[in-house]
């Protein structure tokens, strides 16, 4: 299983951006996926997940920001953000569950500043 995450750069302030993770090697079908974040000296964090059960959470930072999605056709992963601050700087991750096994892609940097 190989995630690649794609659609990070540098924009300024207020604008958005469209994150895509291709995976190969399976399908995001209906399994348990999300997107996660790493700012310079902190942890990663989740930012948004969608469960096997259809269920969407995303973390508070990003409600009505951020949505996630996914193309089962394209078999891609998606995370849209609007209205992006300088707080939202990070390397983003995708994440795929597989029968309890976590995957991850390398990371897309985000950057908002004017």
């Known amino acids: 299983v190989q995630l690649q995450a794609s659609g990070g750069g540098l924009v300024q302030p207020g604008e958005s951006l469209t994150l895509s993770c291709a995976a190969s090697?399976?399908?995001?079908?209906?399994?348990?996926v999300g997107w996660y974040r790493q700012a310079p000296g902190k942890e990663r964090a989740l930012v948004a997940a969608?469960?096997?059960?259809?269920?969407?959470a995303y973390a508070d930072s990003v409600k009505g920001r951020f949505t996630i999605s996914r193309d089962i056709a394209k078999n891609t992963l998606y995370l849209r953000m609007n209205s992006l601050t300088p707080e939202d700087t990070a390397v983003y991750f995708c994440?795929?569950?597989?029968?309890?096994?976590?995957?991850w892609g390398p990371g897309t940097q985000v950057t908002v500043s004017s």
């Open positions: 994440r795929l569950t597989v029968r309890a096994t976590d995957y």
């Open positions: 090697g399976t399908l995001f079908s209906s399994r348990p």
């Open positions: 969608m469960y096997a059960n259809r269920d969407i």
